[in-house]
Each structure stands twice: as structure tokens, then as C-alpha cells.
């Protein structure tokens, strides 16, 4: 079952929380919604859930319109960040009930078999007869899982589900959680403020800030083509680099303090615009430099760091090292740059140490360049 | 310095306990005391030699039979009918949205601050032009909704997180299912302490009864007290081991559920 959203606004008096928002969700797809707190994905989702009334657009599941239909009757399942269990019914109560409520009432015999498959299917046949309260975090989001696919639901929707639990935990989880959801083939939306978690259970991410989607793409197109500078800084970790650069049009230079980037340098087929064009903005407002942490190579230091080849790279630089931060396999290097705190990742056994003089060399051609309201140049 | 401190400690809690606990423990001394000693002056502490008897004969000075069913009918009614209106209103209050709510909720607070002896004159006239003067309803009609439970609830409601509502409205709960399945099973122990406090405080109701009762057959048993005022005077030692009998039901209620009482008094008052 698709979901469709159009022109979706929500205004709270004077503070808007969504601004025409429009989304397609195919069938059967894993979407997350992603953004910082107060972006409006809860919000959205609880519009979508009928929980909330939206004050303009337009909800369609299956094509139909759903803005008009109370929540019991759109066919959704629903995982809230808390759970909310019932404490005063075991597992499998909590399990059954909402096939033992409403119109759609089904008899207890009925109710129970179509538990226990669920039940089954999350791994929590163990623990019918206990009460939510006696259960581990993890153990409580299964039943909460199995709880909302009891119905069959044409959508599933997941606020923050896994926000409650411990980081090793919220790994297995989230792995079991799309393994569920793609076993019963329904259609979800995830609601997450986790890039990481995103990342890794999304099909598809929708970008959200301000109560505006950014971006809607694919996992690896957010990172490696993001929209615009909030999507490049909101994904990654480490994050984007950041440089605001003038534009020197009669060298044709992007020009900060430490280093500058030649326009010639930079792959003419990956601006969005027509380079004549971006130059314009470039020359009329300077620009936003984002580089990625791994997109800084460490080419020389005063140590006797290999000479690794300093000449691949147009634009090279000296800095000193400030701190280095490791985190497993590679290190994060901290240095100053044109005012800027900077990270660059490195290997771990190429690392340096705090205080070393550096050449850091920039891969020009995967950096990106912002215009002065954000929007991505090249 | 601590010592000291513990032993005003203790010095207040036994003062304040005796002076709660003292017209208790009279009121089962004088029930076995003659007249005389009854009302002598100076007043005696102890009777000389208890007289069982003064219980057989407050007994017979009214027909508190009677008197005990009229007010667990009275009592029992309107406990339930407190608990229905208030779990309607409370769940109103806390989880739907409507216009002018604050404004409802505030003027309720108000309605708080004022006395119940006020309330009486405007309830009598009500009832009396309802022409239900003398009958069951009279008893039960006021008492079937309570602001102060309304908003002890709501607290205790507020406490309880929205999403088990959203949770029960998306598995296809209605309200009263959700109410009834949900949130009064969450609610026990709130519930429970409200009907308690309820019914011991229908039990004890004196004034309204009398002012809304003439005939004998519809007074409640603390109406029975009054059977002991004559002109030539009042029996104090009956009346005492009236009121003795009175109150031992609330006494055996309490001692059964002290802890769950506590409990609620407890929860309420340290509610963020």
C-alpha cells in the first residue's frame, strides 16, 4: 500500500511545524523520516496516523484519502517511543488486544492464534504470560512491534522506537526490525533523529528540517549528493567541513585565508548549474565550502610522514595538528583551517600525534560548494 | 544537637496523636460509663466498672437496622456515581481537546474554595422544588459529582503518558473502550482510594440527610444520634455507644485498607 502526501501543512497559531509537504511512499517500502528535534517528522507522522489534523493537504493511502477517516480506520499500525504497553495485561493481552477492540472485534480463539504468529515472528513466544513491566527494554519493543503488525496493518508507522534503548541493543534491533518489516512486506515509515540508524534501515530517507522536507533520496545519495548544506552537514559523521569562501572572479579562484580552490580545478559536469551562471551567485554572494572529513589526505608532515604525494592534489596546505581522536580502524585528526575547526579521517597507523606541522591535501573534485542561502552549487 | 531535635520530633508526633486520638478513645470510655459519670463534673476518664448493657439499650433507641441499610444504599450509590462522573470528566479533561477548557477547569478550582454550607441552602431548594424531599434520590441526587475527585484524577491522569491513548485510538479503541480497558485499570489504586474516602465520607454525612429526610425510614445511621436528645436531656452514655457502633465499620474499613488509603493520599501529594 503506497502513501501519498500532498501539500501537507500544519500550523500551530503563529509557529508553522510543516510546510508543504509533499511524499511519496511506494509499497512495501521502509522509508525514515530524518531530522534534528522540532524538524516536524513526529508531527508528520502523527498526521499521518490520524492523531493529528492537518491544517492544509492532503493524506492518501492506496490513492484514498485518509484525512477525513478516524485513525481506527486507516489501517495503521503504530510503535510509539515509550511503547506504551499496557502494564495490567501480559504480553500476549497486549499482543491481542487490538483485535479485541472496535468493530473489527474477532473472537478470543481467533485473536489468540493470530497472536501467537506474530508473536512468533518477533521472537517473544517465550514471554506470553508476563507482564510489560518485567520485561527488558528490547523484549518490550518486540511486543510493541508484534502489537502493531497484529493487525495486518497497511501502513506501519515507528516513532523513534529505538531511542530507548542501549546503543548495542539498538544495533540487533534495528536489524530485527527491518528484517520483520520486510517478512510481512508492509509498507513503514520510521521516524528516527539517527543518521546512523537511518542509514542503515532505510530504503529510502526523507531529510527533514524546519518543517520542510530537504531532501528525499536514496541513503547513499544523501551523503555522497546532498541537496543542499543542511542535508551535507546533517549527514556524516565525522561532520562536513565548512569554509565560507569569497569569490575572486578575475582569478577565477574560490579564496579564504589559508587556502583557495581554482574553479578550473573542479569537474565542469558536476555543477548544478551552468558554470556562467554559478559564477554569478558565486560573484554575488561568496560561497560555502563542504568538505568531508575523508576528503582531506594528510600528504606530509615534519615527522617523515611518507611524501604521499603532494602533487595529486591541487590545493595543499600546512597546518598544525591539534588533538586526534581514535575511533577504531581510523583516526579523527583536528586541525584549524582558515579559522575553521577541522576533521580529516586517516588511517590509524598513519596517524600523527597532537602538536605535528602537517600538508594536508584537498580532493578538490568530491568537495561540494554552497551559495550563500545554502543551496548546492557543485 | 540531633537528639534534641529527634525528641521535639517525637515530642510533636505523640502530642498531635493524643490530641487526635483523645475524643476517640473517650467516646469508647464514656459508652461504658453511667449517666452520672457521663456528665459529671469533673469529667471522669474511666468508667468505674464498664456496662456492657449501654450498647443493647443505644441499639434500641432507634432502629439503626434500618438505618445501616438506608445508608449503605445511600452511601454505596453514590460512590459508584461519583466514580462514573468523575472518570468521565477527568478522562474529558485530561486527553480531549474543546474550547474553553481552561476556562472550565478554572472556574472548577474556584468552585473549591466554596463551602459546602453555602451549597446546602441552594441543593435544599433544589430538591424541594424537584418534590424530592424525603426519598432516596434526595440522598444520592447531590452527591453524585465531585469537583475536588474530578481534579485529584485529572492530576493522576496527566501523570499517565498520552501515547497509551494514542496507542489504544490507532488498535481501534474507542473512548469508553479505552476508558473502561485502559485507563481505569491504570487507575486502581486511585480509583480505589476515591471510593473508599467516598463511601466513609457518605457514611458519616450527617447534615444533609437530616435536612432532606422527615420520616424515620429514610435516615441514615448518623441521623440515629439524635435519638438520644430529649427534653429532659441527652443520654451521653448511649449516644456514645452509638456512635461507637457507628463508626466501627469505617474502623474495620480502615484497618483492612490503611495502606492502600495512605498510599493515595501519599501518591497525590507528592505529584509533580
Known amino acids: 500500500m503506497s502513501i501519498t502526501i500532498r501539500h501537507l501543512g500544519k500550523r500551530y497559531g503563529e509557529r508553522v511545524a510543516l510546510r508543504d509537504v509533499n511524499l511519496e511512499v511506494c509499497d512495501g517500502e521502509l522509508v525514515c523520516l530524518l531530522g534534528p528535534s522540532g524538524c516536524g517528522k513526529s508531527t508528520l507522522l502523527n498526521i499521518v496516523a490520524g492523531l493529528l489534523d492537518p491544517s492544509g493537504g492532503d493524506v492518501l493511502i492506496d490513492g484514498e484519502s485518509v484525512v477525513r477517516t478516524h485513525p481506527k480506520y486507516r489501517g495503521i499500525g503504530m510503535v510509539f517511543q515509550d511503547y506504551a504497553l499496557y502494564p495490567h495485561m501480559s504480553v500476549e493481552e497486549n499482543v491481542m488486544f487490538p483485535l479485541r477492540v472496535g468493530e473489527h472485534r474477532v473472537a478470543r480463539r481467533e485473536a489468540l492464534v493470530r497472536a501467537r504468529r506474530f508473536m512468533r515472528l518477533t521472537g517473544i513466544e517465550d514471554l506470553a504470560r508476563l507482564r510489560p513491566g518485567s520485561l527488558s527494554g528490547g523484549q518490550q519493543q518486540r511486543v510493541a512491534v508484534a502489537r502493531a503488525l497484529v493487525q495486518e496493518p497497511r501502513v506501519l508507522l515507528l516513532d523513534e522506537p529505538l531511542s530507548n534503548l542501549d546503543a548495542r541493543l539498538r544495533l540487533s534491533i534495528r536489524e530485527e526490525i527491518r528484517r520483520i518489516v520486510k517478512a510481512t512486506r508492509v509498507t513503514t515509515v520510521f521516524v528516527t533523529h539517527d543518521q546512523e540508524e537511518a542509514l542503515s534501515i532505510g530504503d529510502r530517507i526523507a531529510v527533514m528540517d524546519r518543517g520542510v522536507i530537504q531532501q528525499f533520496a536514496a541513503p547513499q545519495d544523501l551523503y555522497l549528493d546532498p541537496a543542499n548544506l543542511f542535508v551535507a552537514r546533517f549527514m556524516g559523521s565525522p561532520v562536513l567541513n565548512t569554509f565560507c569562501l569569497s569569490y575572486d572572479g578575475g582569478r577565477r579562484v574560490l579564496a579564504g585565508d589559508d587556502f583557495s580552490v581554482p574553479l578550473g580545478v573542479l569537474d565542469v559536469s558536476r555543477f548544478r548549474r551552468p558554470v556562467g551562471e554559478a559564477e554569478s551567485v558565486l560573484a554575488a554572494g561568496g560561497c560555502v565550502l563542504g568538505v568531508r572529513p575523508e576528503h582531506f589526505h594528510l600528504v606530509g608532515g615534519s615527522d617523515g610522514l611518507a611524501d604521499a604525494g603532494a602533487d595529486r592534489f591541487p590545493v595543499v596546505f600546512g597546518t598544525l595538528v591539534e588533538s586526534v581522536e581514535m575511533i577504531g580502524r581510523y583516526a579523527v585528526v583536528h586541525f584549524t583551517a582558515d579559522d575553521e575547526r577541522c576533521r580529516c579521517v586517516v588511517d590509524v597507523r598513519r596517524a600523527p600525534r597532537a602538536g605535528d606541522r602537517v600538508l594536508v591535501g584537498l580532493d578538490c573534485v568530491s568537495v561540494h560548494v554552497f551559495d550563500a542561502d545554502g543551496g548546492r552549487l557543485y | ?272
Open chain 2, 1 to 272: 544537637m540531633k537528639r534534641i531535635g529527634r525528641l521535639f520530633a517525637y515530642g510533636f508526633v505523640l502530642l498531635t496523636t493524643g490530641v487526635t486520638v483523645f475524643p476517640f478513645l473517650y467516646m469508647v470510655s464514656a459508652s461504658l460509663m453511667s449517666f452520672q459519670e457521663a456528665t459529671g463534673v469533673p469529667p471522669a476518664l474511666l468508667p468505674a466498672h464498664a456496662r456492657w448493657s449501654n450498647f443493647g439499650e443505644a441499639l434500641r433507641a432507634a432502629p439503626f437496622a434500618r438505618y445501616a441499610v438506608n445508608t449503605l444504599i445511600v452511601s454505596g450509590l453514590s460512590t459508584l456515581g461519583t466514580l462514573a462522573t468523575t472518570v468521565l470528566a477527568a478522562f474529558a479533561l485530561v486527553r480531549l481537546r474543546f474550547r474553553f477548557k481552561r476556562l472550565l477547569m478554572g472556574v472548577m478550582v474556584a468552585l473549591l474554595m466554596v463551602p459546602y454550607e453555602i451549597l446546602v441552602f441552594t441543593n435544599y431548594r433544589t430538591i424541594a422544588q424537584l418534590g424530592l424531599l424525603d426519598t432516596y434520590a434526595a440522598l444520592i441526587l447531590p452527591s453524585l459529582a465531585s469537583v475536588f475527585y474530578i481534579l485529584y484524577l485529572c492530576q493522576y491522569l496527566t501523570a499517565i503518558p498520552d501515547t497509551y491513548y494514542k496507542a489504544a485510538i490507532v488498535n481501534g479503541c474507542g473512548d469508553l473502550e479505552y476508558m473502561w480497558r485502559i485507563m481505569i485499570p491504570m487507575s486502581r489504586s486511585a480509583l480505589f482510594t476515591m471510593a473508599l474516602l467516598l463511601f466513609i465520607s457518605g457514611w458519616n454525612s450527617f447534615l444533609w440527610p437530616i435536612l432532606v429526610t422527615n420520616t424515620t425510614d429514610m435516615r441514615l445511621v448518623g441521623n440515629g444520634l439524635s435519638a438520644f436528645v430529649t427534653e429532659s436531656g441527652t443520654a451521653v452514655q448511649l449516644q456514645m455507644a452509638a456512635s461507637t457502633i457507628i463508626v466501627l465499620p469505617i474502623l474495620i474499613l480502615y484497618a483492612v485498607f490503611h495502606r492502600r488509603i495512605i498510599e493515595g493520599v501519599h501518591v497525590n501529594g507528592i505529584k509533580r
